[in-house]
């Protein structure tokens, strides 16, 4: 994959990660470029993204958007996986394996299987205790609304409602902690799962409003997909994501957008047969943006299943 190599060249090279070439150096880019150059083999340049995120830590816990906004702390968990999963034992370039196995039930365990480095040991403590300290403002069911406004998940910023994204995210990083069977990591999981439309996908963050369904989008729905693998899907739901996934993208489908897509599929055996086209030719893309986030979705999608978000997601954790 010369497309991928070449996204993983350019990562590799810079010294701080971005949004795009003329943007500050920011905690999302830099967490998915520390698991992107992790799961390649590439360890050192990935040390250097995993102590920047460090180094962007508040006491209270949280990462927060750069290293001199420490609030809002959504990109949390974003830095908790790249401290979990971009350790050796779960790439796949170091472990030859085609399965990264996530074995672990508690955070401890986690440590101890995982993590060598005794910071990144105590800043995802401390990341796992706020991310446990917060929660997106519930309200009472209204008929104008779609959605069950009652369940608990994780929001963009505190004192907000709940949203598809950030719980998302924030349930991959607890079942990387060995959190899976947390009562808050169970309640957002049947969050994502009523935030799916019907209609297949789901949308940033509602479902019906004044009696109108609305559209859904690619990257939540993504996003949602990698955190509810393996989970039943009495509602069928799931189905219709995956389903909604593979009938839209596809060559004018956007570099992130398409990443969070094909790793969505992925965390269901599925794989379009065109994928590896559409990244190339969004990879180019984002090299003349000079974007880190998107190269490091892409290298990520890349990997199918030997990716280790799609890999935890899919592995069910011990008992």
């Not at 995993?50 to 702390?73: F, H, K, N, T």
């Not at 369940?151 to 004192?159: D, I, K, M, Q, R």
């Amino acid at each position: 994959m010369d497309y991928a190599a070449s996204a993983l060249d350019f990562l590799e090279s810079q010294s701080s990660w971005r949004y795009h070439r003329d943007s500050a150096a920011a905690s999302e880019p830099t967490a998915f470029v520390a698991l992107a150059l992790a799961a390649y083999g590439r360890s050192k340049a990935s040390v250097r993204a995993r102590d920047w995120l460090v180094s962007a830590q508040a006491p209270d816990g949280q990462v927060g958007i750069r290293q001199d906004e420490s609030s809002p702390g959504w990109p949390t968990p974003l830095a908790v996986l790249a401290w979990i999963l971009s350790d050796e034992a779960h790439s796949p370039a170091r472990s030859g394996s085609t399965a990264i196995t996530v074995t672990t039930n508690t955070v401890a365990g986690a440590i101890a299987r995982g993590i060598s480095d005794i910071s990144y040991q105590e800043s995802t403590r401390r990341a796992v205790d706020w991310m446990l300290s917060i929660a997106g403002e519930t309200s009472e069911r209204q008929p104008y609304t779609g959605h069950d406004t009652t369940l608990l998940g994780w929001p963009w910023v505190v004192g907000t409602h709940s949203w598809v994204e950030p719980t998302a995210m924030s349930v991959l990083a607890l079942r990387a902690t060995g959190h899976g069977d947390h009562p808050r990591t169970r309640e957002a999981v049947r969050l994502l799962v009523d935030r799916l439309l019907t209609t297949g996908g789901c949308n940033y963050g509602n479902t019906i409003v004044l009696g109108q369904t609305l559209l859904p989008h690619v990257e939540p729905t993504g996003v949602t997909l990698l955190a509810l693998a393996g989970e039943p899907d009495s509602t069928g739901r799931i189905r219709q994501a995956v389903s909604y996934l593979e009938s839209t993208l596809g060559p004018t489908t956007t570099p992130a957008s398409l990443a969070y897509g094909l790793l969505g599929l992925a965390a269901h055996g599925r794989v379009p047969s065109q994928a590896s086209v559409w990244m190339a030719a969004c990879t180019a893309q984002s090299l003349r943006r000079g974007s880190s986030l998107e190269l490091a979705l892409l290298a990520l999608a890349a990997l199918e299943g030997d990716c280790p978000l799609v890999s935890l997601s899919a592995v069910p954790e011990a008992a």
